[in-house]
């Protein structure tokens, strides 16, 4: 099993920044070859936001490339996703996963319960 955290969600206004952090543990999470984030509104589909593979290797949406980065401690146990220059359109539930079978497919083995983000025009 893999436990995921997400933190540092909040309210922001448009053009600024926010770093949300997922902590990770649990005794299958040096099986799982990918993390990333994820997020999501009622009324739009879930979006892949970000990844990054074990071997360090990330991925980026083009909605926030440029804008977002994703990074991960050396132990894997916390991934970050900062964010910058913040749109009313990035306004979502926030949610951290882990994928036992990589990085590819829209469904992932282990996730979070999400953080909050919310951006104001």
């Known amino acids: 099993q893999v436990r995921l955290v997400e933190s540092g969600g909040g309210s922001v206004q448009a053009g600024g920044s926010l770093r949300l952090s997922c902590a990770a543990s649990?005794?299958?999470?040096?099986?799982?070859?990918?993390m990333g984030w994820f997020r999501q509104t009622p009324t739009k589909p879930r979006e892949r936001v970000a990844h990054?593979?074990?071997?360090?290797?990330?991925s980026l949406a083009d909605s926030v490339k440029g804008r977002f980065t994703i990074s991960q401690d050396n132990d894997r146990r916390t991934l970050y996703l900062q964010m910058h220059s913040l749109k009313p359109e990035d306004t979502a539930m926030y949610y951290c996963?882990?994928?036992?079978?990589?990085?590819?497919?829209?469904?992932?083995?282990?996730w979070g319960q999400g953080t909050q983000v919310t951006v104001s025009s």
């Open positions: 996963a882990a994928n036992w079978a990589g990085c590819k497919g829209p469904e992932w083995d282990y």
């Open positions: 990054i593979a074990r071997d360090g290797s990330t």
């Open positions: 649990g005794e299958d999470l040096s099986d799982t070859r990918c």
